[in-house]
């Protein structure tokens, strides 16, 4: 028999397959509403019958025979019954339906993976914490914020990756929502998190900041007032020792990527002017239908072209990938896969061979002058919360792969706007690139003698509103002997 393998649903990486926690949230809450209006029902009932049985009343010797009957019946029979409505317990239905779902509810893993999105966020767009709690994103109002809750998590998430100051941030915040909603602490204790929780983690925070002496004055401060709580108990002995031994506090690291998070934030072009053009010559059908391209770097080559894949196309083409999206992978120098934290995007292959891809593999041959017949299929993306792709080429060079064919060339195809974040960066080029729906972004990735070119390391910076959508196609060397005969190393 043995247990059930809880599945790995890796609801963070994928926006799109995030929806699916909707309906489970929707079901579970109709769940409570109905436990709930079951146990109303019975207080209803309880309330009346104290009412009617005058409880409040004075005692006295039931003198008159009404009332001396009255009391007599209603113990002889009532008190049984009431005896057995406390012992119903309709709800553990309600708790069967609840155990039946349980295993499709996200993991810590997805909680991680979550509250890393938004460490992201935080870090590569520069949000000052206050406003990001209050649902400001780079300076616009969105009408969504976190609770004390989600900041506390927020705030041991940040200690966990060892960025105590804004782990410090995060926790003020949480304090200051918290201490306004004072009248609910039984909520929140409910929910696992109780004042004296916050406190244990402010202390630990001051204390790896270095301000230990303040951090002792906060904690006595926080066992007067919750003498019972025992965490506080315990983080006091811990304090307290590490003041006696002189631990050391942790050293936070700086992390400094400037044209990363530059041209994450704001668009990035190089400095030349270079042209919009219409391309009218890699095929003879492109002079009947140029393409809109936008020459964005000569070398290494980079151009965007605008509106080559329609919106029904796109629509078609998110449906065929919908199903089937699992985490996204990276390739290692032995040339396996592996889980990626620096990839947090789900993705699927479009391994049929229908019109529709007859029709893009034609589009990306038109746009790169490339043969695309053996090229790996066309991979579709969806990126989570605060999803991106680190910085990384595509060639594939040193691996067992790259000896074999490299990826000489790639093709972004972007499915979706992103209102905010999610470019395509190229740090070292000084370029960044911001999805527009029905846009395709192209660029070698190989120079002229088809060695690995440095200078096209790019990234996909995280997203901070929106479902991101793209479609990538990489492009083998192995094809291109007639169509590049200036291939030095051929
Ligand atoms: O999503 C993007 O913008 C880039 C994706 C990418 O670099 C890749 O899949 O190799
Ligand atoms: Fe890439």
């Keep these: 028999h043995g247990k059930t393998k809880i599945p790995e649903n890796n609801y963070a990486i994928s926006i799109h397959d995030l929806g699916k926690l909707i309906d489970y949230e929707h079901y579970l809450l109709g769940i409570l509403q109905n436990f709930s209006n079951a146990l109303q029902q019975r207080v209803d009932a309880i309330e009346y019958y104290l009412n009617m049985t005058e409880y409040e009343e004075e005692r006295k010797l039931p003198d008159d025979p009404f009332r001396a009957f009255r009391i007599t019946r209603r113990l002889h029979s009532d008190y049984l019954n009431w005896m057995w409505l406390m012992e119903q317990q309709p709800w553990e239905t309600l708790v069967k339906h609840i155990t039946a779902i349980a295993p499709q509810m996200p993991t810590s893993k997805d909680i991680e993976e979550a509250s890393s999105g938004l460490r992201l966020i935080q870090w590569t767009y520069s949000l000052p914490t206050a406003q990001m709690a209050r649902g400001v994103l780079q300076s616009i109002h969105h009408n969504t914020s976190l609770d004390a809750m989600q900041c506390l998590t927020m705030a041991r998430h940040m200690v966990n990756h060892k960025d105590f100051s804004r782990a410090k941030e995060w926790l003020m915040e949480g304090l200051k929502m918290h201490e306004a909603d004072e009248e609910n602490e039984f909520y929140y204790s409910q929910l696992g998190t109780p004042l004296a929780d916050f406190y244990e983690l402010f202390v630990r925070i001051l204390d790896e900041l270095g301000t230990r002496f303040l951090a002792m ?149 038109d746009m790169t002058n490339f043969d695309v017949r053996d090229a790996d299929p066309f991979q579709v993306l969806n990126y989570g919360i605060g999803g991106f792709y680190g910085t990384h080429f595509d060639f594939l060079e040193d691996t067992e792969m790259g000896h074999f064919s490299d990826r000489i060339a790639t093709a972004v195809f972007y499915l979706s706007d992103v209102p905010q974040g999610g470019a395509t960066t190229f740090p070292d080029l000084g370029l960044s690139v911001f999805p527009e729906k029905g846009a395709a972004l192209l660029w070698y990735n190989l120079d002229h003698k088809g060695v690995g070119d440095n200078r096209t390391a790019h990234s996909a910076c995280p997203t901070i509103v929106g479902s991101r959508w793209v479609m990538t196609k990489w492009i083998n060397e192995r094809e291109q002997l007639f169509r590049r005969p200036c291939l030095t190393s051929i």
């Excluded at 199903?323 to 896969?337: E, F, I, K, M, S």
């Design 217 to 365: 004055t906060e904690l006595q401060l926080a066992i007067k007032n919750w003498p019972e709580e025992v965490s506080l108990q315990r983080a006091h002995s811990r304090l307290k020792m590490n003041i006696r031994i002189g631990k050391e506090p942790a050293k936070t690291e700086k992390k400094t990527q400037g044209a990363y998070r530059n041209c994450c934030s704001t668009e990035c072009r190089p400095t030349a002017k270079l042209h919009c053009l219409y391309n009218t010559t890699a095929s003879h059908f492109l002079r009947l239908a140029p393409l809109k391209m936008e020459l964005l770097s000569l070398d290494p080559y980079v151009v965007l072209f605008h509106d080559v894949v329609s919106d029904q196309d796109i629509l078609s083409i998110r449906n065929l990938a919908k199903g089937g999206l699992a985490r996204a992978v990276t390739v290692t120098q032995d040339g396996n896969d592996k889980e990626d934290p620096a990839r947090t995007t789900k993705g699927t292959w479009l391994v049929e061979n229908s019109k529709l891809i007859q029709r893009l593999s034609q589009l990306s041959q």
